[in-house]
T-cell receptor
Framework: KNEVEQSPQNLTAQEGEFITINCSYS?????LHWLQQHPGGGIVSLFM???GKKKHGRLIATINIQEKHSSLHITASHPRDSAVYIC???????????FGTGTSLTVIP | DSGVTQTPKHLITATGQRVTLRCSPR?????VYWYQQSLDQGLQFLIQ???????AKGNILERFSAQQFPDLHSELNLSSLELGDSALYFC????????????FGNGTRLTVT
């Protein structure tokens, strides 16, 4: 059983499309992280959320603590957004960190 | 540039050997995390240190150990290596021990032959 589930696993979009990636978790958390991993392997932290919504450029992340669900939205997608997007949670016991399996996004020009 | 430095970038070694991976956190960050990313298991949390003390432990094998030194750099020691230990090992740092943004290094790619 995975503590963090992401959907979809793979996503192909046309440039300009609005994209949503979903993350559900089954444990109590203190924070949720959205990470981006490019084909070269490097990982970049996009957002850290404990409530509400955050926006950075074309990226928006939301979290619903009661429903144990978070979404990452990309507006006006671009080929450079092609990457694997990973959801991860800090547990509220403070002693574990769980990752989703990632969503592989390909944006076609 | 995240400010987190991991060395070496690549490491090739034989089964049964021991290796040490090094991580220098971003300036001002007190917490260091180690993660393993393998093809079949995805990303897994190994261990976290905060200001020199072990704070949290994940799926770290007994053959693996880590420490954080007074200058806050951290080392991950992998011993009695097996083929299945081949993976990308990432280090990340954050300012405090929990609920703060993570800054990732570029990873060390370990190949065990």
């Amino acid at each position: 059983k995975n503590e963090v589930e992401q959907s979809p696993q793979n996503l192909t979009a046309q440039e300009g499309e609005f994209i949503t990636i979903n993350c559900s978790y089954s444990v109590g958390i203190s924070a949720l992280h959205w990470l981006q991993q490019h084909p070269g392997g490097g990982i970049v932290s996009l957002f850290m959320l404990s409530s509400g919504k955050k926006k950075h450029g074309r990226l928006i992340a939301t979290i619903n603590i009661q429903e144990k669900h978070s979404s990452l939205h990309i507006t006006a997608s671009h080929p450079r957004d092609s990457a694997v997007y990973i959801c991860a949670v800090d547990t509220d016991t403070g002693n574990q960190f769980y990752f989703g399996t990632g969503t592989s996004l390909t944006v076609i020009p | 540039d995240s400010g987190v430095t991991q060395t070496p970038k690549h490491l090739i070694t034989a089964t049964g050997q021991r290796v040490t991976l090094r991580c220098s956190p971003r300036s001002g960050d007190l917490s260091v995390y180690w993660y393993q990313q393998s093809l079949d298991q995805g990303l897994q949390f190994l261990i976290q240190y905060y200001n020199g003390e072990e704070r949290a432990k994940g799926n770290i094998l007994e053959r693996f150990s880590a420490q954080q030194f007074p200058d806050l750099h951290s080392e991950l020691n992998l011993s009695s290596l097996e083929l299945g230990d081949s993976a990308l090992y990432f280090c990340a740092s954050s300012v405090v021990s929990a609920n703060s943004p993570l800054h990732f290094g570029n990873g060390t790619r370990l190949t065990v032959t």
